[in-house]
T-cell receptor, first 114, second 116 residues
């Protein structure tokens, strides 16, 4: 499985943008880049995913480097509710089943200061 | 979005008893569900892949006779921790793959198990 590297922790101030980096230098051409987050004492929550192009949704934006060896999750205006562990995970393009299993790394613990 | 529920949300049991945890997809059918375990201050560890109508696929190091998985319908998977011991105390989380959304999974809220 292709590995990702994330900083252990980051801090942000409320209402400011947050850029969470992820390195995945061994990514293959058939790997999606997924981001999930886990709030304290809850199950993980899907945030966003992409393959090659930048992606936007109501929660966040995903910026993918041209060589796909890194990506950045962007929270445009951090709120206290965004304090969580953010996981960057690679998954191969598949058709369901075991090929889509998620292998979680240690993620980035985001602290948001009021 | 897709909703996945778990029951119970927490359970306390005596050592040696068996505990069943249910994972349900509420508004969609899930051919594939996954079970994870998470110890305090650690990341999620995938235990097994649960496929409707067939045997579960366990990750290396996970005892299939201790963690029984049944996926009898397209909306329900169960994890039974047999003869639980204090070292099995953990946060158990399931997820379900949403058909046609491909590679995205939706997670349940988790079940906290404490074995005394």
């Amino acid at each position: 499985d292709a590995k990702t590297t994330q900083p252990n922790s980051m801090e942000s101030n409320e209402e400011e943008p947050v850029h969470l980096p992820c390195n995945h230098s061994t990514i293959s051409g058939t790997d999606y880049i997924h981001w999930y987050r886990q709030l304290p004492s809850q199950g993980p929550e899907y945030v966003i995913h992409g393959l090659t192009s930048n992606v936007n949704n109501r929660m966040a934006s995903l910026a993918i480097a041209e060589d796909r060896k890194s990506s950045t999750l962007i929270l445009h205006r951090a709120t206290l509710r965004d304090a969580a562990v953010y996981y960057c995970i690679l998954t191969p393009i598949g058709y369901g089943g075991a090929t889509n299993k998620l292998i979680f790394g240690t993620g980035t613990l985001l602290a948001v200061q009021p | 979005g897709a909703v996945v529920s778990q029951h119970p949300s927490w359970v306390i049991c005596k050592s040696g008893t068996s505990v069943k945890i249910e994972c349900r997809s509420l508004d969609f059918q899930a051919t594939t569900m996954f079970w994870y375990r998470q110890f305090p201050k650690q990341s999620l560890m995938l235990m097994a892949t649960s496929n409707e109508g067939s045997k579960a696929t366990y990750e290396q190091g996970v005892e299939k006779d201790k963690f029984l998985i049944n996926h009898a319908s397209l909306t329900l998977s169960t994890l039974t921790v047999t003869s639980a011991h204090p070292e099995d105390s953990s946060f158990y989380i399931c997820s379900a793959e949403v058909p046609l959304v491909g590679e995205t999974q939706y997670f349940g809220p988790g079940t906290r198990l404490l074995v005394l």
